[in-house]
């Protein structure tokens, strides 16, 4: 039930008006709320190919997406939006938030 939306929201992000460099998809091997079993969903991955599947070992609940994508950024410069997974996004969400941060 978790990906029902979940092409949806990754197809959201990867038409954003300012084009990500990747896109993290953090799933842990197993689901802590219930130890169920999670998949590979391969599929998604052919959304874009900024599209980045990575598993987790731990589950750190609606901290695994920031936790596990930092194992997997190498930069330390790089700006990390983190999403919800069942939310489909306005195609300038990225690069609003991104010019507010520089204007900073």
């Known amino acids: ?3 029902h939306r ?3 929201v990754l197809t959201s992000l990867a038409r954003q008006t300012y084009a990500l460099d990747a896109i993290y998809l953090s799933i842990p091997f197993i689901f802590q709320r219930d130890w169920s079993w999670y998949d590979i969903p391969w599929q998604y991955a052919e959304i874009s190919p900024a599209i980045r599947i990575n598993r987790c070992e731990q589950d750190f609940r609606p ?3 920031l936790l596990c994508a930092l194992r997997h950024e190498p930069d330390p410069a790089t700006f990390i939006l983190v999403v919800d997974d069942d939310m489909v996004y306005h195609p300038a969400l990225f690069e609003r938030l991104l010019r507010a941060s520089l204007r900073q």
């Open 63 to 65: 901290q695994t997406g």
């Open 1 to 3: 039930y978790r990906f």
């Open 6 to 8: 979940l092409r949806l």
